[in-house]
């Protein structure tokens, strides 16, 4: 579908809703839906969980991205018009990950109702310094591209998640601002506790071990916190939408080799042949870790707490 089909459909949209929303008998102003509950869209999977935490059954969340998608490269559907215009709130990652977010709350008419559930980290990157903080939290979304946008990896970003999903909840629905913000305290405890279980587990790794090289760079945020050095990425950058020159591959694999690396990781969002002919070339494991995504519901990395130990494991088996 091109830009003006895309546009053509999301009036439509709208005016069924406008139509529909007449004839409701819905007190005007009302921001919850037919089942008394607010009606919530999430990005991505991850997001979602996070958000699922905090709401409850205070919500209907509906999450954009099927499980296994990868953020970089998601391209919206009507459909996906549809649930955002129909949204009370839409909360998205931001720092540029959603780079298909931007069109779509504008053929929805819904730039309003989103929050960047970043807003308030200090983010890492090469353009971080240069980024100036936005009263709006709009720049959480419009971050410069060398800004890495994967502040997940690291469990402590998920407490300033946290709090931003349970105040805007709150603010949509104060009835109930007294279950959201007892659910973000119970939540806030499971991240803590697994920061700490992270810490126990990552200290099994010698410090000459504790480096990382990856599909693309995607590690800093845990590196950071956790004492490693993401040095180097198959694909330049932080998107996985970028390819390697023949130079830049083999400077990787030369550091690779150079720098003694155990392993290559590769998520479960993008193709991993890069990695494979990587990991061919130098002879080092090729090791599969959950990225964009958490796993199909009922798999092994089914919520984040799940994702990070599923990751984590993977990582410390690898190098130790």
Excluded at 4 to 22: E, H, I, K, P, R
Excluded at 109 to 130: H, M, N, P, R, T
Excluded at 154 to 179: M, R
Aim: overall charge negative; some cysteine.
């Amino acid at each position: 579908m091109n830009k003006t089909q895309l546009y053509l459909f999301s009036a439509a949209v709208l005016l069924l809703m406008s139509l529909a929303g007449c004839s409701s008998n819905s007190p005007a102003g009302d921001q919850e839906g037919a089942n008394g509950r607010l009606e919530v869209v999430a990005t991505t999977s991850i997001v979602g969980d996070v958000v699922s935490q905090v709401g409850g059954d205070n919500i209907s969340l509906e999450v954009l991205l099927p499980s296994g998608s990868d953020p970089h490269s998601f391209e919206p559907t009507p459909q996906d018009i549809a649930k955002v215009a129909g949204a009370d709130l839409i909360f998205a990652n931001g720092a540029g990950l959603e780079t298909f977010l931007e069109g779509l709350i504008e053929s929805a008419g819904a730039q309003d109702k989103v929050v960047y559930v970043s807003s308030g980290i200090d983010f890492l990157g090469a353009g971080a310094e240069e980024h100036e903080e936005d009263p709006e939290g709009d720049e959480h979304q419009h971050a410069p591209n060398n800004v890495d946008p994967h502040t997940w990896t690291d469990p402590n970003n998920i407490l300033v998640w946290i709090q931003n999903i349970e105040e805007n909840l709150s603010k949509a629905d104060p009835g109930n601002s007294a279950v959201y913000a007892a659910n973000a305290a119970a939540f806030e405890t499971e991240i803590e506790e697994l920061d700490h279980w992270v810490r126990e587990q990552t200290v099994q790794i010698a410090p000459e071990n504790r480096v990382l090289v990856s599909d693309h760079s995607l590690f800093n945020y845990f590196a950071h916190e956790y004492g490693f050095e993401q040095v180097g990425a198959l694909i330049p950058g932080y998107s996985t939408l970028a390819e390697p020159s023949a130079q830049e591959l083999a400077e990787i694999e030369d550091a690779i080799s150079r720098l003694n690396v155990k392993a290559v990781f590769v998520g479960n969002t993008v193709n991993p042949s890069l990695a494979e002919r990587a990991a061919a070339d130098t002879g080092v494991a090729l090791v599969y870790l959950y990225t964009g995504s958490l796993s199909e519901p009922g798999g092994e990395a089914e919520t984040y707490l799940e994702y990070i130990r599923y990751n984590v494991s993977a990582i410390v088996d690898a190098l130790k």
